[in-house]
């Protein structure tokens, strides 16, 4: 007997990368078509590139995702292929989708590399597939469904609680240490959890009201500040300390607001308030790709270095063990074998973000990116 799934195959849907330096303009140009993205920013943002041979680091560790997602799957006999499909660079979505219909597959559940829900981590690959199918011509013949945010999961939070504790107990030894640049056992040491900043009219514009007016901020923010929050009162090992929501790899024209503070800023700020360590908790993204080598790795800690504080960046989910399961979890929400969802997440974060989607939130296609 034939096991009867409700889905064919799985997309792993991500951002995309340049592979060499012939590949870095073009990817900047795909990334930023119809942005209005200055001239001058794109050259700025090509160095970043240039310094690592012009590869990102990104399109490696999807690949090894995918990898750790298929032995996963295998472990537990979840008989289903896996894909790998990018928004700005090869493979592109709709050579994916393309492939995907002629190896037989019908229905196609897909995973995105992107925790939250916003305009870039949900709205635009909504929007990415819709095109993709029209350009492909398989328009009603390939259905494709988006697996839901995770932010509020247990897959996300528990790797993150635990950089968290281990971040805490670095720039503790780095105080501690007698031969430390700031010697300081006593040290004040703050959490800097840092996700992409987006232009303010963007955020405020976005989500249900309701989450709006239970945070007093916008549904972006309030995504963040609620993990934030959640794993400030839930790791022992943050008792007590300072911590702040602060964005990074601000981008377009510089007259047009985006969501602050900068995380270079507010470092400095810190300094002057007698702050001697910062963690550094790149929640905003799932992989250790070039925002966070370049933004945090290059810029944060040479800002934290000049001002002479303490420093630790902890690492993104990645391919944690408990980061794979649990995706693994969540998409077993949709996917049914005879009939019988395969297994479900487990929401960590409290909270109702059952509305975070649909009518008056995002998943309602939000126009354009800078409004
Ligand atoms: C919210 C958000 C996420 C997180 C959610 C998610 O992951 O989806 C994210 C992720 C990423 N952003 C990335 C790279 C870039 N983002 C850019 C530009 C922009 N990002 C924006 C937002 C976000 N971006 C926005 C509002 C812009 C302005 C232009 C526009 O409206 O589109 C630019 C253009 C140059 C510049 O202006 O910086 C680049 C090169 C990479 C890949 C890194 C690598 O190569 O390893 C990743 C994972
Ligand atoms: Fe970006």
């Not at 995770?150 to 609680?161: I, R």
């Not at 959890?193 to 309030?222: C, M, N």
């Not at 001697?276 to 800690?301: K, R, Y």
């Not at 040479?302 to 993104?316: D, N, S, V």
């Amino acid at each position: 007997m034939t096991t009867a799934y409700n889905y064919d195959a799985i997309l792993l849907a991500s951002f995309g990368g340049p592979e060499g330096q012939v590949d870095v303009i073009p990817f900047l140009r795909n990334v930023t078509a119809g942005h209005g993205i200055p001239e001058e920013r794109l050259e700025e943002v090509a160095t970043h590139y240039r310094a690592h041979g012009g590869i990102s680091p990104i399109n490696q560790q999807n690949r090894d995702l995918l990898a750790e997602l298929e032995k996963e799957l295998a472990e537990r006999q979840i008989d289903l292929p896996i894909y790998w499909g990018n928004r700005n660079w090869d493979p592109y979505f709709p050579a994916t989708f393309q492939k995907m219909y002629e190896d037989g597959h019908r229905k196609i559940l897909v995973l995105v590399t992107s925790a939250y829900i916003g305009y870039s981590s949900n709205d635009q690959y909504l929007e990415d597939f819709d095109k993709a199918l029209a350009e492909t011509g398989l328009e009603g013949k390939l259905e494709v469904v988006k697996v839901r945010e995770f932010f509020h999961d247990k897959a996300f939070t528990a790797p993150n609680a635990e950089f968290l504790a281990a971040g805490i107990k670095d720039v503790r030894a780095q105080l501690e240490s007698a031969n430390g640049a700031s010697h300081k056992p006593n040290g004040r040491i703050k959490i800097h959890w840092v996700t992409h900043s987006i232009p303010t009219a963007t955020a405020e514009k976005q989500g249900p009201a309701r989450i709006k007016e239970l945070f007093g901020t916008d549904v972006y923010t309030a995504q963040h500040q609620a993990i934030a929050d959640h794993l400030m009162s839930t790791v022992p090992e943050a008792e007590g300390l300072d911590h702040q929501v602060v964005f990074q790899s601000r981008s377009g024209d510089p007259r047009t607001p985006w969501l602050e503070p900068d995380i270079n800023d507010q470092i400095e700020e810190d300094a002057e308030n007698g702050v001697d360590a910062v963690v550094v908790m790149p929640f905003g993204f799932v992989s250790d790709h070039m925002e966070v080598i370049w933004d945090l790795d290059t810029e944060a800690e040479e800002t934290a270095g000049e001002k002479g504080l303490a420093f630790h960046r902890a690492p993104t989910t990645g391919i944690h063990p408990g980061f794979i399961s649990g995706l693994v979890d969540i998409m077993g929400e949709y996917i049914t074998r005879d009939g019988q969802p395969l297994a479900s997440g487990e929401q960590t974060v409290p909270g109702d973000w059952s509305d975070l989607t649909g009518e008056g939130g995002w998943g309602t296609r939000v126009e354009t990116q800078q409004g």
